[in-house]
C-alpha cells in the first residue's frame, strides 16, 4: 500500500523552501498553537467541528528535510479516529538548477484510510498551492482562509483549487 506523496518544483531556492516550511501558520494553518522550527517542538489547532491534531518535529535540517510526527488526532467526518495517529510527515528538498524541487510524503496515508480522499486532496492543495503561493508570492492559503468559503465543501474547495 502506498503512502501519499505529492511533489512540486518551486521556482527558489532550497533555503527559501525550507524557511517558508517552518512558518506553518501562513501556508496550512493560521491557528496553529505552539513552535514549528526545531527538533522537539509541538504544535497543533483545531478546527471547530471538523479536525484536531497535535505535531511533534522530529528532524530539522536546514535547506534540506523537515519530518513531523503525529501525536493526536481527531476528524469530525471519519469513524476510525486512529488515522493519522504516528504517521510521519517528511518534507524533502532538493536543488534543481535555479529552482528546488519540494517532495512531501505522509507516511501513514493510505488509500485504505477513510480520509484518504479528503486528506490527499488537502495536502495537494497544501504543498501545491498554498505553500508554493507563500514562497513565490509571499502569501499562502492557510485554513483558516477556507473558512471564508461555507458554500463550499471542504473536500471540494480543496480539488477545485488544486492542480491536475
Given at each position: ?150 458554500d463550499v465543501p ?11
Amino acid at each position: 500500500m502506498s503512502d501519499f506523496t505529492t511533489t512540486a518544483t518551486i521556482d527558489r531556492t532550497p533555503a527559501e523552501v525550507f524557511a517558508a516550511i517552518l512558518d506553518t501558520r501562513s501556508w496550512w494553518n493560521e491557528a496553529i498553537e505552539g513552535a514549528t522550527s526545531h527538533r522537539g517542538d509541538e504544535f497543533g489547532f483545531e478546527v471547530h467541528g471538523l479536525h484536531r491534531t497535535r505535531i511533534r518535529v522530529t528532524d530539522v535540517i536546514p535547506d534540506e528535510r523537515v519530518e513531523w510526527l503525529v501525536l493526536e488526532n481527531a476528524f469530525e467526518f471519519i469513524e476510525d479516529q486512529t488515522e493519522w495517529l504516528g504517521n510521519r510527515m517528511v518534507f524533502e528538498l532538493e536543488p534543481a538548477g535555479d529552482a528546488c524541487t519540494l517532495s512531501f510524503t505522509q507516511f501513514g496515508l493510505v488509500p485504505d484510510y477513510e480520509c484518504y480522499e479528503v486528506c490527499s486532496s488537502a495536502w495537494t492543495f497544501f504543498i501545491r498551492d498554498s505553500l508554493r503561493n507563500l514562497i513565490e508570492k509571499g502569501k499562502g492559503n492557510p485554513e483558516s482562509a477556507t473558512a471564508d468559503k461555507p458554500d463550499v465543501p471542504r473536500d471540494e474547495f480543496f480539488k477545485a483549487d488544486s492542480p491536475a
